[in-house]
Structures are given as structure tokens and as C-alpha cells.
């Protein structure tokens, strides 16, 4: 069972891979349970539940910024938009999925979640330089900034559902918001 560990302002930090490292942190005082799993491992004389969410007792400085969620990179659209073209609704892989700028870069506009969809090489190719109503194309959904859910499947490729739902309900549960804005 892998930990998500958050830093002292209640931020995203990292993930613990091995339960020994997550526990060490807790047994070294650094940190504490903030929620854990009902696997239990034991010692000779205790036991101790998996930690499912950490957080630090002390602030760690970290040179990440909040970029990593706001970045609308091909995976983070492709997740959102559920691996399904915003036109067509072709199905997408991240090798035949591309990102389309809504409002096309040089009629200015931005490089963020909210002007980028999922669109298959032949929407993308369609719609060109125009806007969708230029194109006379229409968007099934309007692009929005990650859920929370979506930023935890954009920080690992695989999440098992046992960790994804501890993660979902202690963030919920404490009202935190992983990079909020
Ligand atoms: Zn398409």
C-alpha cells in the first residue's frame, strides 16, 4: 500500500511507495496518521495500521510549485476528458491522443486547462487555426481546471481503487484540496 504524504501546510508532498518508509516517518515523529488502512503489520510486541495519508509535522521545503496540476499537458487533458475526443468522442490513447487549444494560440489564446481539450488527430487536423464555431464544430464539454480525483490519477500511473479511495475520503473528510488555488 502506497502513502500520500502531505507537507505541514496540508499540500501535496509525495508518495511513499513502501509502507517501511511511511511508518518510519511516523515512528521517527515526523509525521502523523492522518488516515490509515486496515492492513496491520506486526512486531513482537505491537501493531500498527498502514498509514494511508500522512502529514509533516515541520514544513519541507519543496522547489515544486503548483505547476504540476495546472500544466495542461497531454496527460493531465486526456484524464480529464476521459480519454475521449471533445468532438467526435473517439476513443483516445495517450499515443493517438492530442491536445487542441480551443481558442487557437495565435488568435491568443492560452496554454491553460481551460482553452485545452482532448481531440483526435482528425478533429485536430479539421479544426485547424479556427475557433469551434468557426469550424462549425461543437465541444461536448466546456475544458475545467483537474478534480481532485483527477490529480491523484495524474500523479501515479496506476492507483489502486483501495488507495484512491482511502486518499479520496481522508482529503474530503479534512477538506483538503491537493494544490488548491
Ligand atoms: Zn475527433
Known amino acids: 500500500m502506497r502513502c500520500m504524504v502531505l507537507n ?22 515526523k509525521a502523523t496518521p492522518l488516515s490509515s488502512y486496515d492492513d496491520v ?28 496540476f495546472d500544466t495542461p499537458s497531454r496527460r493531465a487533458v486526456l484524464i480529464r476528458d476521459a480519454f475521449r475526443c ?11 491522443g492530442t491536445r487542441d487549444h480551443v481558442i487557437p494560440r495565435c488568435k491568443g489564446g492560452s496554454d491553460v486547462l481551460t482553452n485545452v481539450v482532448a481531440a483526435c488527430k482528425t478533429c485536430n487536423g479539421r479544426k485547424a487555426d479556427l475557433t469551434p464555431e468557426q469550424a462549425g464544430m ?3 464539454n466546456q475544458p475545467r481546471r483537474l478534480s481532485e480525483e483527477e490529480k491523484i490519477q495524474c500523479l501515479l500511473k496506476t492507483v489502486r ?3 484512491r479511495l ?3 475520503a481522508c482529503l474530503k473528510d479534512h477538506g483538503i484540496a491537493l494544490w488548491a488555488a
Not at 506486526?42 to 504540476?68: D, E, G, I, N
Not at 471533445?86 to 493517438?96: I, K, N, S, V
Open 8 to 29: 505541514a501546510s496540508y499540500e501535496f508532498l509525495t508518495i511513499q511507495e513502501h509502507w517501511i518508509d511511511a511508518l518510519t516517518l511516523v515512528f521517527q515523529g
Open 41 to 68: 503489520v506486526r512486531s513482537a510486541s505491537a501493531s500498527f495500521r498502514l498509514p494511508a495519508v500522512l502529514v509533516m509535522r515541520h514544513q519541507v521545503s519543496t522547489r515544486r510549485k503548483r505547476k504540476l
Open 86 to 96: 471533445q468532438y467526435c468522442d473517439a476513443r483516445l490513447t495517450m499515443a493517438t
Open 138 to 140: 461543437t465541444l461536448r
Open 161 to 163: 481503487s483501495k488507495e
Open 166 to 168: 482511502a486518499w479520496m
